[in-house]
């Protein structure tokens, strides 16, 4: 498809487990982004990855968080033993180069998580 | 602390009327500001952008001003229509070179018809 990609549209899981989720960015699109908007919140940054440097990790909230980015192209967030607070919509977003001055962010549709 | 704020939560304006959305932050230099849209349910999807050394860009109907002095950027939508109702979100990098960016609460504008 010509946009970012993301799955699945919604979750729903129980407190305790584990989940994925899942960016298809632009192709060609050498930076992907992830972030987490909670309700009435901003957008949270959450990890940066850039071509085949070493992601920027500093937003991520707590250790349970982890993303990968492999071949450069899909993306996936893992959550491990997921808490009611980590309910949000998570954002994918990708850019041709990273350079914030100058290419655009495109966003996905979203992967709304909810905690039981 | 550094911080992002965004003139209220909603606006309501008069169709045809000019609608002005305002972006604060502190503690920030910046080298750039943008501003995306988000409709309910969907990503957001940029709009424009404005660097520090540019007091003003435009874009058909939209403009938008960056005073880095004040600190402040303003979002302006003219002839509004009820199309134009939607979430506007401000963002900057919070550090020189680094591009990430840090995103406002956002402002909820609806265009009264």
């Known amino acids: 498809g010509a946009g970012v990609s993301q799955s699945p549209s919604n979750k729903v899981t129980e407190k305790g487990k584990d989940v994925e989720l899942r960016c298809d960015p632009i192709s060609g699109h050498t930076a992907l982004y992830w972030y987490r908007q909670s309700l009435g919140q901003g957008l949270e940054f959450l990890i940066y990855?850039?071509?085949?440097?070493?992601?920027?990790k500093s937003g991520l909230p707590s250790d349970r968080f982890s993303a990968e980015r492999t071949g450069g192209s899909v993306s996936t967030l893992t959550i491990q033993r997921t808490q009611q607070e980590d309910s949000a919509v998570y954002l994918c977003a990708s850019s041709l180069e990273g350079r914030g001055d100058t290419d655009t962010q495109y966003f996905g549709p979203g992967t709304r998580l909810t905690v039981l | 602390s550094q911080k992002i704020e965004q003139n209220s939560e909603a606006l309501n304006i008069q169709e045809g009327k000019t609608a002005t959305l305002t972006c604060n932050y502190t503690?920030?230099?910046?080298?750039?500001l943008q501003w995306y849209r988000q409709d309910p349910g969907r990503g957001p999807v940029f709009l424009l952008l404005i660097r520090e050394n540019e007091k003003e860009k435009r874009k058909e109907r939209l403009k938008v001003t960056f005073d880095t002095t004040l600190k402040q950027s303003l979002f302006h939508i003219t002839a509004s229509q009820p199309a134009d109702s939607a979430t506007y979100l401000c963002a900057l990098n919070p550090i020189f070179g680094n591009e990430k960016l840090t995103f406002g609460t956002g402002t909820r504008l609806t265009i009264i018809p």
């Open positions: 503690n920030y230099s910046p080298a750039y």
């Open positions: 990855f850039q071509g085949n440097s070493a992601p920027d």
